[in-house]
């Protein structure tokens, strides 16, 4: 009994001071007669109170904002392309009765550039492949084409970028100089001279093409950190006595993120068309099917255009929504727009 009671009695103890805490709570959300009063007669008088509600009306208002951008037909004409691709590239093996065996070299299983039929909806090319399956394998290859080389390039930009800027001197100066050596190399000839030489596989050559992508995204990252740590949030921290590390990728970070999404965006149009570019010279390995290999094997002036269009169009596709996100992103990130 006596434990009963205890329990009893600290429950109601509970109830009562969750009661009080509630309304202590709406009391001091609500303005007093004094702030009332200087509210309305003295000018520029903030009362915290309004002051938080404003903020939270602004923050919806932003959210909205941000939205109403995004969501252009543009923007979401690009998002649905993009999701086409991945949803194709996700379940290529249920989309087509087609393994990836029978699709790459040295199977050779059928007539070379025959006409679309019910066996083949887009015809064959040069070597007899379903063209509407290489689509659908190649769509994989196409992904990482633009993914892998683009993030590599972004994040090595990203975090290179904000330790040049922020700590400058001799730091920046050698991170600058590598900068304009990378720049006076050609890209494209260095892939190709080692990919003769070393026999390079398709993951190698995203990886060298990332790589050398990354001086451009360093340079823009730079500019972005010299002006974001001028900013009066960043000399507080420096003043409170933050630690640099702490001031980097605390303050400066992630304000100078929103732009570099948006490069990604972009980087991975121009990416993709690089690399499919390296493809249709012949340069990768016929045993992984990829959009640029299947314009090259595809010929204008056999009847079965359809092999080499097919491929082009999807490569131009990919390459036009992405750039059609990034526009939306842009709008929508830009606080200078307004509605």
């Known amino acids: 009994m006596k434990i009963n009671f205890k329990i009893k009695h600290r429950r109601i103890f509970l109830i009562k001071l969750e009661e009080e ?49 995004l969501l ?40 070379p550039y025959e006409l679309p039929s019910l066996l083949h909806p887009l015809g064959t090319t040069n070597n007899g492949y379903d063209v509407l399956a290489r689509i659908l394998w190649g769509t994989q290859t196409s992904l990482f084409m633009a993914v892998i080389p683009t993030g590599i390039a972004v994040g090595g930009g990203l975090v290179l970028g904000v330790i040049s800027a922020y700590f400058g001197g001799k730091v920046d100066y050698i991170f600058m100089r590598a900068v304009d050596l990378i720049y006076s190399i050609p890209t494209l000839v260095i892939v190709l001279i080692l990919t003769q030489i070393f026999g390079l596989n398709m993951m190698d050559i995203l990886i060298i093409y990332g790589s050398f992508a990354i001086a451009g995204n360093l340079r823009f990252m730079r500019s972005l ?31 100078a993120l929103p732009p570099m999404i948006l490069t990604f965006f972009g980087q991975m149009a121009i990416t993709m068309l ?39 169009l999807c490569t131009a596709f990919f390459a036009i929504a992405a750039m059609l996100i990034g526009d ?6 830009d606080p200078r727009l307004k509605i």
């Open 21 to 69: 805490t509630t309304i202590n709570t709406k009391n001091k959300d609500k303005p007093g007669i004094l702030s009332l009063i200087k509210f309305y007669l003295i000018p520029g008088w903030r009362v915290p109170e309004f002051s938080e509600q404003e903020y939270e009306i602004e923050k919806t208002r932003s959210k909205r904002r941000f939205f109403r951008h």
């Open 72 to 111: 252009t037909p543009l923007t979401i004409v690009g998002s649905l392309i993009i999701l086409g691709f991945v949803f194709m590239g996700v379940f290529t093996s249920w989309l087509t009765r087609y393994p990836l065996q029978t699709l790459v070299p040295p199977s050779i299983p059928g007539v």
């Open 225 to 255: 950190v010299l002006q974001i740590r001028e900013m009066l949030y960043v000399k507080a921290a420096k003043t409170g006595g933050a630690l640099k590390f702490k001031v980097m990728f605390s303050h400066i970070f992630p304000n």
């Open 274 to 312: 690089g690399i499919a570019a390296i493809a249709f010279l012949g340069l990768t390995t016929s045993q992984i099917p990829n959009w640029g290999q299947d314009i090259a094997w595809g010929n204008i002036y056999e009847d079965n255009f359809f092999a080499f269009l097919i491929p082009g």
């Open 328 to 333: 939306g992103l842009r709008d929508a990130i």
